[in-house]
């Protein structure tokens, strides 16, 4: 759909105030103490997302390269990147962008599709350079939305992919399997090329190099002081999906290292102390950061995230026995479907794997992102928050949006770190008292 | 022992308690203004005053409420959640839950045994079923917001008011005067409303006896009483119902100054 003059004077507006708005992010982020001096790449990404990085992308359309848009997690990247397309996930975290969608869109949506689906429609930078987009049938929103965003792009031969509503059945994963085989042919018949053995197993084993380096700055973090904060970790893995894949590995790869160096020297900033939080629930994109901002400028520290923008979405990786066509597939599709998105029923993977986490990460208390009008996650809380009790983690949902509700917010999550820190205090007078 | 002071900032007032050894020597009630911190300042000086006492008396200060972080005085800063349960305690040696609607926000706290907090939840962004929004019917049906609760006692026939959106709550009270209805049954409408509201929150945390009503609006006798038929208990408002984040910091600021 080609931009009106009206268009066009919103665009430049909008384009000003989102170049601002994570130019100020980055700013904040850089203000904190004793950073990863690793942390300088990644900055510079954000920063030049809607500059350097959307040349790159230019010159590889340039030179004949296609970009799809993938709308949600579920769009195995592998199979764009074996015919050499471009694989973009598409979110966004931009407030201004959510008023132009509601122009077009019912007011009570999530304003994560609505922002999303805003940025496509007057092609704002990175969001308006895909050729075509590949939507699966996660959430409502996302499907019907997908439906719309598909009118604003150059090439409409798109695809959506039906996700079934279960994740553990077999006719549930026979389905899946059948979409990405589905799929597989879609992108050959695009792109013109035929995805071979070998193109694949090259792809596949490029993606979860990403996937560990992720591991690997998990792991990081589990430290006893953390030698990164979770605000900027969240950060790094985040931008996994704007960055060129291999740079991105390469860049993450050192920053692990100099974390390690960290922990070795213990040269970490973090309190002791301080509350170890797990942020969960829906997904945060930059710039809308007020979340890990807010947990971390109180004095708690993010150990952890159990989000499909961070490390629930970039964990597993494709595990296939042997390297052939089939198995590939089959691998692929089964790691997919373990994704733990509030979109299946029933969702038992993603309670045990919040409740190992919270083990494994030593978590003090969990912070549940939901974004306003996201049903899935919002009714999904109550069997989390049910798990944690029995855990004995206190949990603290919090309901927002892209707005500004910060006061709101702090007083929540002071009240909440203060909960967390009586209870630290009390179990520590207790084992003082039990010792002879 | 010490001298020790607690300021709850609030949207609506703000309130200051000094307190010593195991007693409240003097408290200061006064509406918020855009400049807090001096406004906060002359209520400091007026509680410093009312005890007999210099600002340099005080040993430690703990602010609290909406406005917390506004003032340089304080030697830290509390959320209302951790004040109201410490403030509530101390007033009310058996309280479960605490119900507390103020200016701007209500909130409904859990408390375990030793008053350390289980669980709270708080009303989101908008003001509805709060002491700003019966400030608002007050004025549109013409009648002083103290009076409310009197008003109420003697309503025969409760009024249906479906809308907890001020603006909109405001078109229904005014298409129920032009159909005659008294204010009388309005008022006990809107505390009906609020009532409703606010016990899905508190039933949000869990309710334990003894049910505790604070802030502004537990002035109001008509909707301790809308509370007590929602929540089929009976609930307790303390003596001064304003104070008790104010006090909670109060006591914090004590605590604080022992440990040191």
Redesign the interface.
Known sequence: MPLTNEDLKWKSKLEKNFNEEMSTLVEEMKKRNNRPRNMEYFDKILVEMSGKRLEEIGAFKEEGGKVFGIFCMFVPEELFYATGAMPLRLFAGFQDAVRTAETILPRNLCPLVKSTCGCIMLKLGYYGICDSLVYPTTCDCKKKTGEIIVDYMPDTRVMTMELPHTANTTQARKLWLTEIELLKKKIEEIMNVKITKKKLKDTICLVNSKRRAVRRLCELRKAERPPISGSDAMYVTVLSFYDDIRRWTEKAEELCEELEERIQNNTSTLDIDAPRIMVAGCPIVPPNWKIPNLIEDLGAVITCDELCTGARGLWDLVETCEWTMDDMLIALAERYLTLACACFTPNNNRIERILNWVKDYNVDGVVYHALHACHLYGIEAFHVRKALEKARI?MLTI?TDYGD?I??LR??V??FL??IR??KF?RAEKFRAKKP | MGIFAGIDIGSATSKVVIFKDDEVLSFVIIPSEVEWEAITKLAMEEALEKANLHHSNIDYIISTG?GRRTIDFANET?????AHSRGTKWLHKNVGSIIDIGGQ?SKAILLDENG??I??A?N??CAAGTGRFLEHMANVLGVRIDDMGDLSMASEKTAKISSMCTVFAESEVISLLAREWRKEDIIAGLHEAIAKRTSVMVRQCGVKKDVVLSGGVAKNRGMQKALEMELGTDIHVPKEPQITAALGAALLARKKARKA
């Open positions: 206190p309901e509700d006061g709101q007083t929540r002071e009240a203060e909960i009586a209870r009390a | 909406y509390i959320s209302e959640i951790t926000d350390g907090v669980n709270f708080m989101d962004r």
